[in-house]
Structures are given as C-alpha cells and as structure tokens.
T-cell receptor, first 113, second 114 residues
Framework: EAQVTQNPRYLITVTGKKLTVTCSQN?????MSWYRQDPGLGLRQIYY???????DKGDVPEGYKVSRKEKRNFPLILESPSPNQTSLYFC????????????FGDGTRLSIL | AQTVTQSQPEMSVQEAETVTLSCTYD???????LFWYKQPPSRQMILVIR??????QNATENRFSVNFQKAAKSFSLKISDSQLGDTAMYFC???????????FGKGTLLTVNP
C-alpha cells in the first residue's frame, strides 16, 4: 500500500530535550516536505527536499532541522524544542512531475511543556 | 509570494443539501495548480479535488465540483447532496513555481447536520 508513515503519532516532552519525528514513504517520490498546522493558521511549510541531499527552508524553518540521506526518509529534528513548537506536524511527498498531488502522512501531535 | 484566503471560518449545511466553500488566491505565476483538501476529525489530509490553471474546464469528482475563475483568482468548492461524512475542515491550497510548496488557506470548518 502506498503511504507516508510518520512516527510517533503523539509525543509529550519537555523544553530542551532533543527529539526526532521520522517520515518514510514507499512511493519512490523525489519531493518531500514538512508542514506544521496551528489553529487559525492552516498549514505552513517548514522544510522541503527535492531529492537526496537536497533540502531547503520553507516559511517557518526556525528551530528545526532536516536531513535527506535516503530517498524514502525525511526526518524532522528539533534540537532544543520550545513550547511554541507545540503543534500538529505533517510529512508529505510527491513525484516531481507536473505538480502531482502531495500524499500526506497521518500527522504527529507534539506537545512541548 | 502566494496567498490563499478562505473567508468563511465555519459553515453548516443540512444533509442532502448543497454547499459552496469560497477560496481566493493571489499569485503572479501563470502556471499553477489548486487543490481542496479535507481534514476529518481523524486529522488525515485527504485530497478532494485538483484543478490545473491552464484548463478552463472545471474539475469534478462525484459530488464535488469547483468553480474556477482564473481572472478573478477564485476557486470555490461545491459539495452536492451533502452527507454526514462530509463534516470536516476543508483547506484550499495553491501550488506553483519551482519549489512545489503548497500554500494553504486557514480552512473552513464544515458541519453537515442531520
């Protein structure tokens, strides 16, 4: 089954404790992206990657890191999480072909205390 | 920079009736794509319908159709024969340019009443 898998689905943690949210896709997509969703703001792009070893900032990259060492994986790293990073996070992927629709993971709810 | 505006934070409709959700956007791109995504309480992001800007014909997917007005930069979603399972947050999204980024509106919460 074609899918984007995010882990964990839920996480409650404390300020300053490094965490990683994993994202993996099995569709051989070149493009991957992270979004955060906050009430009243819709979804905003954090980082994206056009292919292996190619990453770039989105609209709200502060406080986040990403890496793309393999085509299927695109982890989101919070080196020193803060309460303002409490949010719902989505990973998405698509082929780089005429703006094909992005496939979304099921989301990760992060709470930073 | 592209912007997407959904002016209706919340809407409600009776089961079996028709409802239209509004979306306007702003861009200097000539070639772009527009989407409507549905987010039910399960939080999944589900693609409802997609429109290519170069196509004049409005996209249709079963009970869902769009009214795409390129000159007015308007992209509304019409849901016919509304069902209880249509209750969800609906996001309008724009994609254009070289980075494939989706720019989302703030969403419209649709409630279908029995």
């Amino acid at each position: 089954e074609a899918q984007v898998t995010q882990n964990p689905r839920y996480l409650i943690t404390v300020t300053g404790k490094k965490l990683t949210v994993t994202c993996s896709q099995n569709m051989n997509h070149e493009y991957m992206s992270w979004y955060r969703q906050d009430p009243g703001l819709g979804l905003r792009q954090i980082y994206y990657s056009m292919n292996v070893e190619v990453t770039d900032k989105g609209d709200v990259p502060e406080g986040y890191k990403v890496s793309r060492k393999e085509k299927r994986n695109f982890p989101l790293i919070l080196e020193s999480p803060s309460p303002n990073q409490t949010s719902l996070y989505f990973c998405a992927s698509s082929p780089i072909l005429s703006n094909q629709p992005q496939h979304f993971g099921d989301g990760t709810r992060l709470s930073i205390l | 920079a592209q912007t997407v505006t959904q002016s209706q934070p919340e809407m409600s409709v009776q089961e079996a009736e028709t409802v239209t959700l509004s979306c306007t956007y702003d861009t200097s791109e000539n070639n772009y794509y527009l989407f409507w995504y549905k987010q039910p309480p399960s939080r999944q992001m589900i693609l409802v319908i997609r429109q290519e800007a170069y196509k004049q014909q409005n996209a249709t997917e079963n009970r869902f159709s769009v009214n795409f007005q390129k000159a007015a930069k308007s992209f509304s979603l019409k849901i016919s024969d509304s069902q209880l399972g249509d209750t969800a947050m609906y996001f309008c999204a724009f994609s254009g340019g070289s980075n494939y980024k989706l720019t989302f509106g703030k969403g419209t919460l649709l409630t279908v009443n029995p």
